[in-house]
T-cell receptor, first 115, second 114 residues
C-alpha cells in the first residue's frame, strides 16, 4: 500500500524567503511518481511539479524544485523567493506503477506568506 | 478544451435524499477518479475507473456508487445522503505515455447534507 506523510500542518514564511515543504512516502513498488499540488482558497487543484522514481535529476519548474531523496523516501518541495500569492494549501501525492495509477494524497501543509 | 467538467458546483441535500454528481472529460483519458476532501484534509479516493465498463473501489467507497458507460462520463451516485458525506468532491482523469503521467482535476462540487 502507498502512503504519503506531510508532517507540517502549517507554516509561516516571510515574503521573498525560500521555503521547504516536507513529504515522505512509503511504497514497495520500484516504479512510482510524486506530485505536488497547490490548492488556493478558491479550491482548485493546481499541478506544480512531478518526479518519477527513475528520473536521474531532481525536477524543477520555475520557482519550484523537488528535492528527491530516494533512499530516505522523501520528496520535499522547495519554493524559492516566496510571494504573497504562494499562500495556499500544498499537497504531496504519489501514483503507483503503470496499471495502478490512482493518486494517494498527504494531508497537506497550509503555507502562509507574511509581507 | 474543457478538460474535466463537474456539475453541479454547489448542492445542499437533506438527509436521505439521493443525487448524482456529474463528471465529463473531453481528453479521451482512460483513467477517471472520484475523490472527496473533508475540511482541512487531503483527498481520499472514493472510486476509480480504468476504462469504460470497468470500475473499482477506492479508500472510502461506502455510501457511493459509480458507473462508466462511456470514456467521457463518470457519474457518482449518492443513494441515501448522510451528514458524513458533507464534503468537496473532485473528479479527475489521467493519461500515461511511457514515463509521462498527467492528471487533470475538475473544479469540484461542494456538497452539504443537512
Amino acid at each position: 500500500a502507498q502512503k504519503i506523510t506531510q508532517t507540517q500542518p502549517g507554516m509561516f514564511v516571510q515574503e521573498k524567503e525560500a521555503v521547504t515543504l516536507d513529504c515522505t512516502y512509503d511504497t514497495s513498488d520500484p516504479s512510482y511518481g510524486l506530485f505536488w499540488y497547490k490548492q488556493p482558497s478558491s479550491g482548485e487543484m493546481i499541478f506544480l511539479i512531478y518526479q518519477g522514481s527513475y528520473d536521474q535529476q531532481n525536477a524543477t519548474e520555475g520557482r519550484y524544485s523537488l528535492n528527491f531523496q530516494k533512499a530516505r523516501k522523501s520528496a520535499n518541495l522547495v519554493i524559492s523567493a516566496s510571494q504573497l500569492g504562494d499562500s495556499a494549501m500544498y499537497f504531496c501525492a504519489m501514483r503507483g506503477p503503470s496499471g495502478n495509477e490512482k493518486l494517494t494524497f498527504g494531508t497537506g501543509t497550509r503555507l502562509t506568506i507574511i509581507p | 478544451n474543457a478538460g474535466v467538467t463537474q456539475t453541479p458546483k454547489f448542492r445542499i441535500l437533506k438527509i436521505g435524499q439521493s443525487m448524482t454528481l456529474q463528471c465529463t472529460q473531453d481528453m479521451n483519458h482512460n483513467y477517471m477518479y472520484w475523490y472527496r476532501q473533508d475540511p482541512g484534509m487531503g483527498l481520499k479516493l472514493i472510486y476509480y475507473s480504468v476504462g469504460a465498463g470497468i470500475t473499482d473501489k477506492g479508500e472510502v467507497p461506502n455510501g457511493y456508487n459509480v458507473s462508466r458507460s462511456t470514456t467521457e462520463d463518470f457519474p457518482l451516485r449518492l443513494e441515501l445522503a448522510a451528514p458524513s458525506q458533507t464534503s468537496v468532491y473532485f473528479c479527475a482523469s489521467s493519461y500515461s505515455t511511457g514515463q509521462v503521467y498527467g492528471y487533470t482535476f475538475g473544479s469540484g462540487t461542494r456538497l452539504t447534507v443537512v
